[in-house]
Nanobody, 118 residues
Framework: QVQLVEFGGGLVQAGGSLRLSCAAS????????LGWFRQAPGKEREFVSA????????YYADSVKGRFTISKDNGKNTVYLQMNSLKAEDTAVYYC???????????WGKGTLVTVSS
């Protein structure tokens, strides 16, 4: 059974940093990608970033390029999202996902709330 468990959400001031973690279990394949999506109040879930299984290829939404960095610890099957220079508009529930394409995930975690105060 696939499980994705997110950690690291919280409240941070604008301009600050936060790191999210997602521990994945139950499925391993070099064809899989792990990624982060977010959903702000009243908005649809949107793609943020994704990484290939071994971490060689990364993908970013234009809105977070240069501020967010995705990485993966292959030994722990854990993906991280380092978020710097946070803005109020980054406030959302962040979801970890796993799937065969970077922007279309098949499995989801329960999400973790990130609130950026301005």
């Amino acid at each position: 059974q696939v499980q994705l468990v997110e950690f690291g959400g919280g409240l941070v001031q604008a301009g600050g940093s936060l790191r999210l973690s997602c521990a994945a279990s139950g499925l391993t394949s070099s064809a899989l990608k792990l990624g982060w999506f977010r959903q702000a109040p009243g908005k649809e879930r949107e793609f943020v970033s994704a990484i290939s299984w071994y971490g060689y290829i990364t993908y970013y939404a234009d809105s977070v390029k240069g501020r967010f960095t995705i990485s993966k610890d292959n030994g722990k099957n854990t993906v991280y999202l380092q978020m710097n220079s946070l803005k109020a508009e980054d406030t959302a529930v962040y979801y970890c996902g796993m799937g065969t394409t970077p922007r279309d995930m098949n499995y989801w975690g329960k999400g973790t709330l990130v609130t950026v105060s301005s």
